[in-house]
Structure formats: structure tokens, C-alpha cells
T-cell receptor, first 111, second 124 residues
Framework: QSVLTQPPSVSGAPGQTVTISCTGT?????????AHWYQQLPGKAPTLLIY???NRPSGVPDRFSGSKSGTSASLAITGLQAEDEADYYC???????????FGTGTKVIVL | QIQMQPSGPGLVKPSQTLSLTCAVS??????????WNWIRQAPSSGLEWLGR?????????EYALSVKSRITINPDTSKKQFSLQLTSVTPEDTAVYYC??????????????WSRGTLVTVSS
């Protein structure tokens, strides 16, 4: 019962740009809480991709960028590469649930 | 290098208690800037945060409402690990379980380090 909604899948050819939306409510992203993003490669554990809406941990390519506006956050992947094919999840805090919540997840398909 | 290693039974019978342990190396479970979380992922499904423990002057425990009546997370500083207990399990608790370190952030924590997953199946 995810409270953050993402599109099930997005696709693009190598070199193109894809954007993943994460729609929340006034209890989470629309409140004061930041959005964070994770990449989950097939069969692997998730890894942190973006924290605090737009910050990249060391080692994450600058092809990945994040933003937040109102009750939504977005992740953009520019210069799409075959190795970017994975599931992507947003995450935030929800004050009505008093806990951490994840998005429904988006599968990125590289054509 | 910080590592987190979960361990525990891969098969649990319905109505019994699921118990997992996460060994932490390279960091301290009593660190003032980290929280120690359990997160699960049901088959072909999304991620679900279950709960966490962290130390800031005293130990704190926070649990997801969906499992609050059944869950306990405990730190063990002497063994450098923390544990998960989930009682009265049903097949709906079948999932890959991850332990993850939470990093403090001024507007909501994030999970900066994840263990490999461990599959727990609830079946008779």
C-alpha cells in the first residue's frame, strides 16, 4: 500500500533522457520532507542514487539528477545507458503514518 | 569498509516467529548519526519499511503501523548487531528482508547502505 505513486515503467533508447515521477501528498513530499531515490539492479539490493531531492552520493554519475516541486519529486536520467536498466524507487517520510514510505517503483527499459 | 550481513532461517511456519539478525562491521550500532532499519520486499513487489532503532542519548524504536503489533527490533552493541522479530507470521510475510543503515538528514532520513537480501518464506 505505497503512498508514493510512480509510473510502472518508462523506456528510452540509448543516449536519450527519461524522467520518473513520484507523486505524494501533503503528508509526505508535499509537507517538509525530502525525497530520496534508489536504484535496484536485477537480483540485487537497492542502492542510494539521490538524497535530499537532488544530491548525488559519491560515485553516482551526473547523468542522474533529481528535483522536487510541490507534492511530487522527479528523477531524470540523461544519456541513457544499457546498464541503467533497473527498478527505481523514491522514498520519503510520511507524518500521518509516522514512518518511512517508498514509491511503487518504476522499471526503466533501455530499448 | 562498512558492511551489513543478515542471517536467519529461510523458512518459517505460519503462526510462528520470524527472527533475523544483522551483523554490522565498520560502524557502531550506537552511533549518534545512524539508524538501523529493516526493510522487506515481497516477491515481484515494492519495498516496505518495517522499523528501526537508533541511539540518541537513549535507545529509540520506531515501527511501521502495518506491523507495529507484531514487530520488535533490538540492538546488541556487544555483538555489533541488531535483530528483527516478527510474530504470528502468515504467507503474506514471505519476502526478501534487507537490513539498512539510515543516515540522518535534516528533512527525513535516507538509507545509505543496504545489506544483501535474505529470503524468508512462510510455509508449512
Amino acid at each position: 500500500q505505497s503512498v508514493l505513486t510512480q509510473p510502472p515503467s518508462v523506456s528510452g533508447a540509448p543516449g536519450q533522457t527519461v524522467t520518473i515521477s513520484c507523486t505524494g501528498t501533503s503528508s509526505n513530499i508535499g509537507a517538509i520532507y525530502d525525497a530520496h531515490w534508489y536504484q535496484q539492479l536485477p537480483g540485487k539490493a537497492p542502492t542510494l542514487l539521490i538524497y535530499g531531492n537532488m544530491n548525488r552520493p559519491s560515485g553516482v554519475p551526473d547523468r542522474f539528477s533529481g528535483s522536487k516541486s510541490g507534492t511530487s519529486a522527479s528523477l531524470a536520467i540523461t544519456g541513457l545507458q544499457a546498464e541503467d536498466e533497473a527498478d527505481y524507487y523514491c522514498q520519503s517520510y510520511d507524518n500521518s503514518l509516522s514512518g518511512y514510505v517508498f514509491g511503487t517503483g518504476t522499471k526503466v527499459i533501455v530499448l | 569498509q562498512i558492511q551489513m550481513q543478515p542471517s536467519g532461517p529461510g523458512l518459517v511456519k505460519p503462526s510462528q516467529t520470524l527472527s533475523l539478525t544483522c551483523a554490522v562491521s565498520g560502524d557502531s550500532v550506537s552511533s549518534n548519526s545512524a539508524a538501523w532499519n529493516w526493510i522487506r520486499q515481497a516477491p515481484s513487489s515494492g519495498l516496505e519499511w518495517l522499523g528501526r532503532t537508533y541511539f540518541q542519548s537513549e535507545w529509540h524504536y520506531e515501527y511501521a503501523l502495518s506491523v507495529k503489533s507484531r514487530i520488535t527490533i533490538n540492538p546488541d552493541t556487544s555483538k555489533k548487531q541488531f535483530s528483527l522479530q516478527l510474530t504470528s507470521v502468515t504467507p503474506e510475510d514471505t519476502a526478501v528482508y534487507y537490513c539498512a543503515r539510515g543516515h540522518t538528514w535534516h528533512l527525513g532520513w535516507y538509507f545509505d547502505l543496504w545489506s544483501r537480501g535474505t529470503l524468508v518464506t512462510v510455509s508449512s
